[in-house]
Nanobody, 126 residues
Framework: QVHLVESGGGSVQAGGSLRLSCAAS???????MGWFRQAPGKEREGVAT????????YYADSVEGRFTISRDIAKNTVYLQMNSLKPEDTAMYYC????????????????????WGQGTQVTVSS
């Protein structure tokens, strides 16, 4: 069982930056990790994921070039650096981990991720 705890959310103006962190309660060096978000009235969508190797990040088109996912294996932590934030980035952001080794087929399929955090709110004002 892996428990995930997100932090780093908050309120910023458009164009600003935030860095989200996700701390895992156990080693996740063999797991794929990801960030998803859900805005009110919308379905959960994948934002960025990274596979077991750590060499293949995947990004949603809407965040490509603005967001960067990274992981610190020693700290069992994954990060999401978000730059040039837009009001449409406003959502609850969730960290997720796969149940085992994962090399990225269907990188934004929520069912591929067995562990989820409680979420951290990001609000971007215009």
């Amino acid at each position: 069982q892996v428990h995930l705890v997100e932090s780093g959310g908050g309120s910023v103006q458009a164009g600003g930056s935030l860095r989200l962190s996700c701390a895992a309660s156990a080693s996740t060096h063999n797991n794929g990790m990801g960030w998803f978000r859900q805005a009110p009235g919308k379905e959960r969508e994948g934002v960025a994921t990274i596979d077991t190797s750590g060499m293949s990040p995947y990004y949603a088109d809407s965040v490509e070039g603005r967001f960067t996912i990274s992981r610190d294996i020693a700290k069992n932590t994954v990060y999401l650096q978000m730059n040039s934030l837009k009001p449409e980035d406003t959502a609850m952001y969730y960290c997720a981990a796969t149940g085992g080794r994962w090399y990225g087929p269907a990188p934004f399929l929520p069912s591929a991720f067995g562990y989820w955090g409680q979420g951290t709110q990001v609000t971007v004002s215009s």
